[in-house]
């Protein structure tokens, strides 16, 4: 852990209980919150609304080019020893058709998934798509990247798969190195040390490309390997460049598929706080499954069992969900539309379906710049009780943010953030199960007694300090 954010909460730790055994309390239920909190019981932050986060990460999607195609010539010359590159792409469409992401983007809308969508922007080097993409009409082009901000935005973080997936671009002249050896492929560059700076103006370079199409991103997706040799680096790069190019307060990253037996939670790196300032860092999410669906290039028979099995009882989500930990799983957008057949989406909409089917009262589709947001709100908040008031400071805005605390409260009160000119207090209402808890409401859970009952609240948690008054 960084040495400034480990004071950081330290100091968070102490100045949340300044004050709590001072003030005299009118209610019983307050001063015996109190006296819990005092015990060490203090208010704990919970997953977002009380459910677990679920999430979906497309990798290799792009606008029109199937990128499975057109990659696989360019990685196999330069990995000719490999028989798995040696697959008969010349017959495959040169398209994945913007028909394909309206059925998939509408499908998604109609039962709340959401996640993160590659747009490669210049992808395997077929064209440009701030300039043109041959093959395409302008007028093609155009309609497509209309269709990713229209339909897509909402529900789906944008990112940059770096700036082609396939050959690596030399920054001083915008055109692919002559080199086809591993050393000039994303996949697996840079294979020397390199800056901090240049991998950042690297970074840099791709997130430009897409906000030129008026696509917002708070993040990046690695291409395979990209960045395994300088992974100390990579961190800071990614604050660095979508901070420059997009001003975004809150990057976040995707690269690492960890294991069963692995922490699936999002971590906080290239971490600074000075001063007492605003930190700043980046949030390394991972996902947590394979891609099972149809592979990167569309060829596959999916697995969809391995996500999750039709009564919901086996597979690397459901292990997640159980868990009460973030359940991300990925795949790759040729691997959706498997050349026309679409089996892997087929697959995909029954793993869905299971998912809700058992555990739709208990877990939350999010996208990945929301998991990030909420796992820096859970891990910098400060939450304190003064008097018949609970205060929280936040570095960072969240919605769902949801925490209990000892104690049954019925009537609450919600005082934004004083930066937040012209809100005003809102009245948490009152909701009958944890299950229907929903932004600015609370939550009584007395199933184990009165004397243990607890207090869920969920709130639009606004950056600065906000308050909490019981009545």
């Known amino acids: ?11 968070s730790a102490v100045s949340s209980t300044v004050g709590l055994a001072a003030t ?21 932050v919970q997953l977002p609304r009380g459910r677990v986060p679920l999430s979906f990460i497309i990798d290799d999607s792009t606008c029109l080019v199937n990128m499975g195609k057109f990659c696989m010539p360019q990685f196999a010359a330069t990995y000719p020893e490999r028989k798995d590159y040696q697959k008969p792409w010349q017959k ?36 440009w798509l701030d300039r043109t993409l041959p093959g395409w009409s302008q007028a093609q082009l155009r309609q497509s990247l209309k269709l990713v901000r229209d339909l897509m935005l909402p529900n789906w973080d944008i990112h940059p798969e770096m700036i082609t997936h396939t050959r690596v671009i030399d920054l001083k002249t915008g055109r692919p190195f002559a080199d086809y050896s591993p050393a000039h492929m994303e996949n697996s560059y ?41 992974k100390d680096k990579l961190p800071e790069a990614v604050k660095q460049s979508v901070s420059d190019v997009y001003g975004c307060d809150l990057p976040h990253y995707f690269k690492y598929v960890v294991g069963q037996d692995e922490d699936p939670t999002p971590q906080m790196e290239a971490f600074r706080s000075v001063d007492g300032q605003k930190p700043e860092f980046v949030v390394n999410v991972p996902a947590g499954t394979g891609d099972w669906f149809g592979g990167w290039d569309g060829v596959l028979e999916p697995s969809a069992d391995k996500y999750c099995n039709a009564d919901a009882t086996e597979g690397a989500m459901v292990k997640w969900i159980e868990r009460g930990q973030p ?12 050349n026309g057949r679409k089996t892997g989406f087929r697959a995909f909409q029954s793993v869905v379906q299971s998912i809700a089917k058992r555990f739709g009262s208990v877990t939350q589709w999010m996208k990945v ?19 018949e008031k609970l205060v929280l400071i936040a570095p960072y805005a969240c919605p769902d943010f949801t ?69």
């Open 369 to 387: 710049s929301e998991i990030a947001r909420y796992w820096a709100a859970k891990e910098l908040t400060k939450l304190g009780l003064e008097g």
């Open 92 to 127: 495959w469409p040169d398209e994945i058709p913007d028909a394909f992401v309206r059925e998939f983007g509408e499908w998604c809308i109609e039962h709340g998934v959401k996640g993160k969508y590659s747009i490669v922007p210049y992808p395997a080097c077929v064209g």
């Open 1 to 11: 852990m960084n040495e400034n954010r480990r004071e950081f909460l330290r100091r």
């Open 403 to 471: 925490f209990k605390l000892p104690g049954s409260f019925t009537n609450a009160i919600l005082k934004p953030s004083e930066s937040e000119a012209g809100v005003r207090r809102k009245n948490l209402r009152v909701v009958r199960s944890l299950a229907a808890l929903g932004r600015n409401s609370l939550f009584v859970d007395n199933s184990r007694g009165s004397d243990e009952a607890h207090s869920w609240i969920c709130i639009d948690l606004d950056e600065g300090r906000s308050e909490i008054q019981f009545k």
């Open 327 to 338: 359940a991300v799983m990925l795949c790759h957008w040729p691997g959706m539309y498997c």
């Open 190 to 230: 840079p294979q020397q040390d390199v800056s901090v700076d240049y991998l950042a103006s690297y970074l840099a370079y791709a997130l430009q490309i897409l906000k030129n199409c008026d696509l917002p991103c708070e993040g990046v997706t690695t291409p395979g390997g990209f960045g395994n040799r300088v």
């Open 24 to 44: 005299s309390i009118g209610k019983a239920s307050m001063a015996a919150a109190v006296s819990k909190v005092e015990d060490g019981l203090q208010p704990t």
